[in-house]
């Protein structure tokens, strides 16, 4: 494990809801990771395992639009690689002020010169059927980042900010990708202070499930790709809320008829305080880092 938080930047986060970092995973993570992307938005599936969200399909959708998958390390070992990274649950499960963290899901990320935005929004309000609905998320940059380039941006201290939001209803390419955000912030009231992720390859941000952000046109001439580790406490339910708002009825598909606990063969468990993680993640890692050998 070697990516490890000071007190003084979980205190930072604490106050801003968000945590920007030079660096969280080396330069062969990022290659690695990297080299997945042409074949994952073809449609090339490694393990032969369909991810759970395919947004964008290389042929099928429009070359305007920011590409995303969701849970990609259940289709490809080696992004499960820089996933499964038992230092980033430690992270999110500290910030989260949790016993420990498993994933709730990956986002593979990939913004193209040109592409338009992904419109701000608060990820615990799509968490109503998981109980607690906490996220914590740590968003790895693999590339440089520019402020210009539709890099990521929080909005400081939103977290504190009312927690009533819904799923955006146009989250892919609108171009007043800020609009929800900006009503949230006069509700409250206060001045939202933008703060875009700007950060070397390998570094990035954690920010916490109630803090909004969102990311803008890329009008840089550099691909702007990242990749996702989207936390929830190890100790997390299924809420028993059938309602079928946000994601609930792709990931509710997970749940046993009965029982509330969340299975870890789709949601695994990457560190505790206790010391346990689940069983098949290291051999899957290894895996991931022979293919890439
Ligand atoms: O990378 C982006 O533009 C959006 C990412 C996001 O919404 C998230 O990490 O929760």
């Not at 990820?123 to 210009?148: K, Q, V």
């Not at 598909?253 to 290291?282: C, K, V």
């Amino acid at each position: 494990m070697d990516f490890e938080l000071s007190k003084a930047q979980a205190d930072r986060f604490d106050s801003d809801g968000f945590l920007l970092v030079d660096r969280i995973v080396d330069d062969s993570a990022v290659d690695r990771a990297v080299a997945r992307y042409e074949p994952l938005f073809r449609g090339e599936f490694e393990t032969g395992v369909r991810p759970d969200e395919v947004n964008w399909q290389e042929g099928r959708d429009s070359p305007e639009l920011a590409r995303q998958i969701c849970c990609g390390w259940k289709a490809d070992r080696v992004i499960a690689t820089v996933v499964f990274r038992a230092d980033i649950g430690r992270a999110c499960a500290r910030l989260g002020g949790w016993p420990g963290a498993r994933v709730h899901v990956d986002n593979v990320l990939w913004k193209p010169p040109g592409t338009r935005p992904l419109a701000f929004h608060q990820d615990s309000a799509y968490l109503g059927w998981i109980d607690p609905p906490e996220m914590i998320s740590c968003w790895i940059a693999l590339d440089d980042t520019t402020a210009e380039g539709g890099t990521l941006e929080h909005v400081r201290g939103s977290h504190h900010w009312a927690r009533d939001s819904k799923p955006a209803s146009h989250f892919h390419g609108p171009s007043d990708y800020r609009s929800a955000m900006e009503a949230a912030a006069k509700a409250e009231p206060v001045d939202p202070e933008v703060v875009p992720v700007v950060v070397p390859r390998g570094g990035g941000a954690f920010h916490h499930g109630w803090a909004w952000h969102g990311s803008g046109f890329n009008r840089s001439a550099n691909p702007r790709r990242s990749l996702v580790v989207h936390c929830i406490s190890s100790e997390a339910r299924f809420s028993g809320d059938a309602s079928n708002t946000g994601i609930a009825p792709i990931y509710r598909r997970y749940q046993r008829h009965g029982d509330l606990a969340m299975d870890e063969n789709y949601f695994p468990i990457l560190w505790t305080e206790s010391g346990y993680r689940t069983a098949f993640l290291d051999d899957y890692m290894r895996q991931g880092l022979a293919l890439a050998a």
